[in-house]
């Protein structure tokens, strides 16, 4: 069983910086599973923001390229995203998902992940 939690949300100004973390719990290693972010914003579906396929090819969304950077540190089996000039678009519930796929693929569609976190907000303010 995988078990996820984030952390680091919060409210910041428009322009602002925030880092959030995921701490995964996973039976194998952390190497052998894909892990991304997602959002969710109310009355919105959950859309992917970034992740990384378990061969480290990364993919970002067009709307966070170069603002948001996924990073991870595998020995501590935690995930980051790291982002940077925000915007009031980026309100929503953020999500870590993970899935121990048979074959690596880069993907951002919530649907290809099995395993989620139960989020953490982060809130823009103008």
């Known amino acids: 069983q995988v078990q996820l939690v984030e952390s680091g949300g919060g409210s910041v100004q428009v322009g602002g910086s925030l880092r959030l973390s995921c701490v995964a719990s996973?039976?194998?290693?952390?190497?052998?599973?894909?892990v991304g972010w997602f959002r969710q914003a109310p009355g919105l579906e959950r859309e992917g923001v970034a992740s990384f396929a378990c061969d480290g090819t990364i993919s970002y969304a067009d709307s966070v390229k170069g603002r948001f950077t996924i990073s991870k540190d595998n020995a501590k089996k935690t995930l980051y995203l790291q982002m940077n000039s925000l915007e009031s678009g980026d309100t929503a519930m953020y999500y870590c998902?993970?899935?121990?796929?048979?074959?690596?693929?880069?993907?951002?569609?919530?649907?290809?992940?099995?395993?989620w976190g139960q989020g953490t907000q982060v809130t823009l303010s103008s």
């Open positions: 998902a993970a899935i121990r796929p048979l074959v690596c693929r880069a993907t951002i569609t919530a649907a290809d992940f099995r395993w």
């Open positions: 996973t039976p194998y290693r952390y190497t052998e599973y894909s």
